[in-house]
């Protein structure tokens, strides 16, 4: 399955369980399309429900509910674990995302 950067994907928690809905989880890529199209893993920050303003955790909206990326448990899984793509992070909520990234990763 081919992952953009800033996608949002379901990822199966069970790699051995094969690729179903249930036992999944909701997922953002962070990995570049050039790194996602030569490996055969993707980096990923989990989303997570709207409990707390972390400094690590950037707000979305994902379906109809508010909720959190969680950029403090970024996860690199195989290609073969994500079930579907399910939208993308709309250009505000990507660029919040780089930026949380920078001050955790580079600052």
Known sequence: MEA???SIVLVAQD???GNTLSG??????ISPAEMNRSLRTV?????GPDTG?????????AGAKP????????????KKRIVKVTGDL???????VK???KEILVD
Do not use: F, G, H
């Not at 980096?43 to 989303?47: E, F, H, N, R, Y």
């Open 4 to 6: 953009n950067q800033y």
């Open 15 to 17: 790699s051995s369980s």
């Open 24 to 29: 999944s989880i909701q997922c953002v890529v």
């Open 43 to 47: 980096t990923l920050a989990p989303i």
């Open 53 to 61: 303003d972390y400094p690590t955790r950037v707000k979305i909206k």
């Open 67 to 78: 909720a959190r990326i969680a950029l403090d448990q970024i996860i690199t899984i195989e």
């Open 90 to 96: 709309t250009p505000a909520e990507a660029k919040k």
């Open 99 to 101: 930026s949380v990234l």
